[in-house]
């Protein structure tokens, strides 16, 4: 989503900007254009050199510095922009954005944007919770500005409270899905989506599980790609690995038996469901209390398993009113002879089948290759692609058919 986009970087003077030049790091390595306009106060935390050096771009740090004559340095900056990232946003910018202050190169810069803009408030948890600042927040909210909330946690002042800048993974995550929002046509929009991922976890005793490969990853893809495409969606996940997609509402499990009470609240209110977990078929029919200690003497251990509940033909058979359901087939053979099976035997809408036995297909890779099966009798073949692209194509396939 970050190939070269052109990103003008805003950061103004809170503690937080020691920790932009991670963040422009981070943004270049997905493949994204940074360009960093610093107030004078950001310059006392860390260095205009340090962004040079990381975005191989001069950095604007004053209104009035017109080296190049062809152009007006803070209209031609805020042109070239797709996003303006204001981050860290101090109490003070945005004072100065929702009133349309323009006294220096930052104010300046951003009043003169017309691209998406996202601003990451990080401040002190009184200054944050002012009046005054709530007002501004509400005010650039209402003036189409994205603002992101500050966490909730250890401050520099040394206390906790609210105001601590978001992980910079869900910064950028955050960055994406502006831009894809205002990229994308929102085919989602108005629409809520559960989706599931992840491999369920079936207890043994209280350190010891049984489990498969599924990494989640095609799930958490489809998620953000939802998101991206304007749907309200819920995560259920059995994985703390993956970077959580930005607007998403996550409910973390780890058995079947809760993903399935876990996706009975989510689905009454759903227009699709999404099952892309691995769902193990069987647990434990005993699991013990405390861990199971080894028999010396003793042959082997003997696990007897029970069935789990078949989520999808669950909610396929007996739940399913107004919802599109879709199923996944990882298969290792005879892959749409089981996924038609699949399809009809849950009474599913659409089945993704995927080979997982396929070199950059299937779990744990990052790129996949599936074909989408309609219970209208047509198969959809994806070429191999990154699982977000693969996420994108599933969306648009299924979306002109609704
Ligand atoms: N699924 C489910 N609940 C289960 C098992 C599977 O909801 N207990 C869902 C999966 O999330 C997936 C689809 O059913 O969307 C197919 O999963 P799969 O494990 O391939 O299906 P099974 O019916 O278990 O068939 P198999 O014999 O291939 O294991």
Redesign the pocket.
């Known amino acids: 989503m970050l190939e070269n986009k052109k990103i003008g970087f805003f950061i103004t003077g809170g503690i937080a900007a020691y920790k932009m030049a991670e963040l422009a790091r981070m943004l270049i390595r997905r493949g994204a254009q940074v360009r960093v306009v610093m107030t004078q106060h950001a310059q006392e935390f860390i260095t205009p050199l340090t962004f040079q050096v990381l975005t191989k771009h001069p950095v604007l740090i004053d209104t009035f510095d017109e080296s190049t004559p062809a152009c007006v340095q803070h209209v031609a900056m805020a042109d070239w922009c797709d996003l303006a990232l204001v981050c860290p946003a101090t109490a003070n910018i945005l004072a100065k954005m929702a009133h349309g202050i323009a006294d220096d190169v930052v104010s300046t810069c951003l009043l003169a944007t017309s691209c998406p803009r996202l601003i990451v408030p990080a401040m002190n948890v009184n200054m944050y919770g002012n009046v005054a600042t709530q007002r501004n927040i509400e005010q650039l909210r209402q003036d189409g500005y994205e603002v992101m909330e500050p966490d909730e946690g250890f401050l520099a002042e040394g206390y906790e409270g609210k105001g601590r800048l978001p992980e910079l993974e869900a910064i950028v995550e955050m960055v994406e899905m502006v831009l894809a929002q205002a990229e994308f046509p929102q085919v989602l929009a108005g629409k809520r989506v559960v989706i ?1 991922a992840g491999g369920t976890r079936e207890r043994i005793d209280p350190v010891r599980y049984i489990t498969n490969d599924s990494s989640g990853k095609m799930g958490y893809a489809l998620a953000q790609t939802a998101a991206w495409l304007g749907a309200q969606v819920d995560l259920i996940s059995t994985t703390h690995q993956l970077a959580e997609p930005a607007n998403c509402q996550m409910h973390f499990v780890e058995s ?1 038996q809760e993903m399935a009470d876990t996706i009975k609240d989510c689905f009454s209110h759903a227009d699709i469901a999404v ?5 193990s ?1 069987y647990r434990v029919a005993n699991q013990a209390d405390q861990k199971i200690k080894k028999q010396v003497g003793q042959l082997g251990l003997i696990l007897e398993l029970v069935e ?5 033909a669950y909610l396929g058979k007996n739940k399913k009113r107004h919802q599109t359901v879709i ?5 290792t053979s005879n892959l749409l002879e ?1 996924a038609h099976d ?1 399809l009809t035997r ?1 009474n599913a809408d659409w089945i993704v089948a995927n080979d997982v036995s396929q070199k950059g297909s299937g779990f744990n890779s990052d790129t996949n290759q599936v074909t989408l099966i309609s219970r209208m009798g047509q198969d959809y073949p994806l070429p191999q692609m990154s699982k977000q692209q693969t996420a994108l194509s599933i969306w648009q396939i299924i979306m002109t058919q609704v």
Not at 308 to 312: A, E, F, M, S, V
Request: glycine letters at 4%.
């Open positions: 599931t079947a099952m892309a977990a691995a769902v078929d789990n509940p078949d989520i999808l199923g996944f087939a990882a298969e089981y699949k849950k």
